[in-house]
């Protein structure tokens, strides 16, 4: 730059000048790159003026950052930064900067992810868990990572104080086993994800979208400030609030669109067009399938790999036709600007008694996939059928399958294919519908009840009666008669509105849920 080493004076940053960047980039970046850094991280050190007017530095970082590690096509280009402005997020992945450790924020981020994809910034990523500050807390950790498994990008990070606890191990073992649990789903979902990430590139449809995006003409979706469609084929709604002292349970009310849903990993069904108040303990997401939803997945792993999956499970969802083209290629080049990539779709052909679900042979650049993937394909929500039929290429094969009577789950599994072939599978029932409408309200009602903070005489009574309270709960009104030798409480006594309302929301008791807001 014109300056005497020996002066050992600064060299200006001048991200203007055309001299300066050469060099920055040429001597400050490259050999490391060479050493084997993969890409920068952008963090306003740089102030917020330069000597073009207008011109923010951080914005023209990520502009030169991302252009400049793409130089060649070897590279895919990355950057990862703070918010640089409108238009900024043609470059980085942006991070939410310095969050408290708290409820508020994490009830927060929800609503400024989904809304993000406004101003077209889709690739948005939290310190999950926090930044700084705060109480650190199991339960809002635990939630917190559970939110970033359903975010665009999936990043734990705090400040370097030794007392935030961003590692799962470093909090008891149920905390371990149900982040533990998160995150191995979170690396599931790659495939799923992967697809999602070529749909925005193309289309301009982030991951996370709002609810209006898809129902602009329902008032109700504008105010839906916690939950979010998850790539083409789920709502998820995270528990943001910590639990209630006296119920024990989470709560969360979601919105569900006009249609068909399904609990994704209970298979419970739920009619659409209403809301509802979820309840969860620490291990439960309020995650929701629409109607054939066609939902693929990588191999659950200890550890790692992000190569294209050699086997994969194909969860379905029934009650209507649907198509999912699954998106792969290299996952480090710029190759796939000149076709280097493979499509395969899974098609579901829903026929009401009947179902057809193909895998169609794969296209484009095949060899970037296995010579021959094995899948196991995952009905939910669907009766026990009366045929079954297994075609490869239009040959009859054996396939063996399971069912689950209680969760209303049909596995076939082992199913080896070449990129060429096409798998075809039907299935029918003698009834009217292959559709199982699962309904859970009685083992929910039960669940909530175990967690109640009440005295366990008032449970027993409440499980006793349970399936007249079901009917009419009214009769929790009732008191239990006076016991000369044990002094039981009443359930008048022992039940607060928050038991009661809970146990309305979960039978759906609408009006008395109504007339109980009304009361003081």
Same mark, same amino acid.
């Given at each position: 730059?014109?300056?005497? $080493? ?22 400050? /970046? ?7 850094? *993969? ?11 330069? +000597?073009?007017?207008?011109?923010? @530095?951080?914005?023209?970082?990520? /502009? ?24 900024? /997020?043609?470059? @980085? ?37 926090? /930044? ?20 665009? !990008? ?7 104080? @030794?007392?935030?606890?961003?590692? $799962? ?40 979208? @709002? ?32 639990? *209630? ?8 009310? !979601? ?9 994704? %990993? ?44 050699? +086997? ?38 829903? =026929? ?23 899948? *196991? ?5 669907? +009766?026990?059928?009366? %045929? ?104 008048? *006594? ?5 038991? !009661?309302?809970?146990? %309305? ?10 007339? =109980?807001?009304?009361? +003081?």
């Amino acid at each position: 730059m014109g300056l005497d $080493p020996s002066a050992k004076k600064s060299v200006e940053f001048d991200i203007t000048d055309p001299k300066f960047i050469e060099a920055y980039f040429e001597i400050l /970046h490259h050999p490391l790159e060479e050493q084997g850094i *993969d890409f920068w991280w952008m963090d306003w050190q740089q102030g917020t003026e330069t +000597k073009v007017k207008g011109l923010d @530095p951080l914005w023209f970082l990520n /502009h030169l950052h991302f252009f400049d590690l793409g130089r060649t096509e070897n590279k895919r280009p990355f950057v990862f930064s703070r918010w640089g402005g409108l238009g900024n /997020h043609r470059y @980085p992945i942006g991070f939410s900067g310095d969050t408290i450790v708290s409820w508020e924020s994490l009830a927060f981020q929800p609503y400024f992810t989904l809304t993000a994809a406004n101003v077209g910034y889709g690739w948005w990523s939290h310190d999950i868990g926090g /930044h700084m500050g705060g109480v650190e807390d199991r339960e809002l950790y635990t939630r917190w990572v559970q939110f970033g498994v359903f975010s665009p !990008v999936f990043r734990l990070h705090s400040n370097k104080n @030794p007392f935030h606890r961003r590692l $799962p191990w470093q909090y008891d073992e149920e905390v371990f086993n149900i982040t533990r649990d998160a995150m191995q789903f979170r690396h599931m979902l790659i495939p799923y994800l992967y697809t999602m990430a070529w749909k925005y590139s193309n289309e301009g449809l982030p991951v996370v979208m @709002p609810m209006y995006y898809n129902h602009p003409d329902e008032d109700i979706a504008y105010q839906c400030t916690k939950q979010y469609y998850f790539g083409s084929e789920m709502i998820v709604s995270p528990f943001v609030s910590p639990t *209630d002292k006296d119920t024990g349970l989470a709560r969360q009310v !979601v919105w569900l669109p006009e249609g068909d849903w399904f609990d994704f %990993c209970t298979g419970e069904y739920n009619e659409g067009g209403f809301r509802r108040a979820v309840y969860g303990t620490l291990r439960d997401i309020p995650v929701f399938a629409k109607a054939g939803a066609i939902i693929p997945l990588g191999e659950r792993s200890e550890w790692g790999g992000v190569n294209n999956p050699e +086997k994969m499970t194909i969860i379905i969802f029934p009650g209507r036709d649907n198509k999912f083209c699954l998106y792969e290629d290299d996952g480090s080049t710029q190759l796939y600007k000149h076709g280097h990539y493979c499509n395969t779709e899974f098609a579901l052909k829903w =026929l009401g008694n009947s179902l057809v679900f193909d895998i169609n042979p794969a296209t484009g650049d095949t060899g970037l996939i296995p010579g021959q993937r094995e899948y *196991d394909l995952v009905f939910k929500s669907i +009766k026990k059928p009366d %045929c079954i039929r297994v075609t490869i290429n239009g040959e009859e094969q054996i396939t063996s399958f399971s069912y689950n009577d209680k969760k209303s789950v049909l596995e076939l599994t082992g199913l080896k294919i070449r990129p060429e072939d096409q798998l075809s599978v039907y299935m029918s029932t003698e009834q009217n519908t292959l559709m199982e409408k699962i309904d859970l309200t009685k083992e929910k009602f039960e669940k909530a009840l175990m967690s109640f903070n009440i005295n366990t005489y008032v449970k027993r009574r409440i499980f006793r009666d349970l399936d007249e309270v079901i009917k009419n709960i009214g009769i929790l009104g009732r008191g239990f008669i006076n016991n000369k030798r044990y002094k039981i409480p009443t359930i008048d *006594d022992d039940l607060k509105p928050v038991h !009661v309302t809970a146990l %309305c929301e979960i039978l759906k008791k609408q009006d008395i849920i109504s007339l =109980l807001s009304s009361e +003081k």
